[in-house]
């Protein structure tokens, strides 16, 4: 693991030495993972897993991006691509619990339980989500400017507080449900959690700046993101919602309209 200062140059842009061996064991798992679930969605055809999948991509890309700015760590182009396509795989794979909630109300054919209608609650979060997505990207943009970290960073936290806002609410609302179907929330409360923690992990981390303890030692990242991110990628593999849903989305007898639901329509 990196060592806490930098010693390689004074115009790098990390605070330390970032390693090259943990990034690409992390760029290496996800891989594994990202074309695992994309041969999955195509085998199983949920297609609702398209946002899952691109973040998993977009995670592949981000270590690997990372490893090359680790070899060139004054590099600024690599150094804000690599943090970028870190930062912002966490909105997609919440945009896929949206959808996936969704789709088990519909089939359980039970929207009376729901706080929020199905055919509102993925246009809603999902909306939630390209904004904090959006507002993240461009903090990201920002700190890339000269003269406009801070104001870039300040952006970035903001992005954040707004994606622990939507999916705070969202996680009330799934647990609600649950209650209400005599059912357990463990379906939606161990992913939900674990992006809520990393979301406050990166809020933390941005607002201690880059002498904060938090940016300063690599080793962090990996527990608060890296690990974290791992594990929900995963989990959605090992529990797919395509061993639960019918192929067509939801099931013939329910007759409620797909278009609540479906992504293209978000």
Known sequence: MSKPTNTS???????????KI???????????TAFAHLFVMFSKRTWFYTAMVTGAFMMTCGYAARYLSAKKPDNLPL?????????LPPSLYAATIYMVYGRIV?????????????????KIFVTGDVISFLIQAAGGAMIAQAGHQDLGKKVVITGLFCQLLFFGFFLIIAIIFDRRMAGNSTRYSV???????????????????????????????????????????????????????????????????????ALNRV
């Open 106 to 122: 519909l089939l359980v054919n039970a929207p009376d339980a729901s706080v929020i209608g199905p055919d509102k609650v993925t």
């Open 191 to 261: 992913p939900t959690v674990i992006i809520i923690a990393r979301c406050v992990y990166r809020i933390v981390s941005f607002s201690g700046g880059s002498n904060g303890t938090l940016m300063r030692h690599e080793v962090w990242m990996y527990v608060g993101d890296s690990a974290p991110m791992f594990i929900v990628q995963t989990m959605f593999f090992f529990v797919h919602a395509g061993n639960v849903f019918p192929k067509t989305g939801v099931m013939k007898d329910v007759r409620l309209n797909e278009s609540y639901i």
């Open 9 to 19: 140059g004074s115009n790098d842009l990390y605070p330390y030495d970032p390693s």
């Open 22 to 32: 943990e990034t690409l064991i992390a760029a290496g798992l996800f891989g594994i």
């Open 79 to 87: 150094y804000v691509a690599q943090s970028l396509l870190i930062l």
